[in-house]
């Protein structure tokens, strides 16, 4: 559970089954996440934007 963008993290809460990716800047950030099964995607965040998924 990592992005390619030091300035977005991920945090991975598995037992509850939901991971986050938060911008940490106050500018837009487009990143690459990587997930706990080595799957990908890319995303685009708006500034200080915080986004929750469901791990499947």
Request: aromatic residues 18%; negative net charge.
């Amino acid at each position: 559970w990592y992005s390619d963008n030091f300035n977005v993290e991920v945090h991975a809460f598995v037992e509850n089954g939901k991971f986050c990716v938060v911008n940490n800047t106050y500018e837009s950030q487009s990143t690459t996440v990587y997930r706990g099964d080595g799957s990908a995607f890319t995303l685009c965040l708006e500034p200080n934007q915080i986004v929750w998924y469901e791990i499947e």
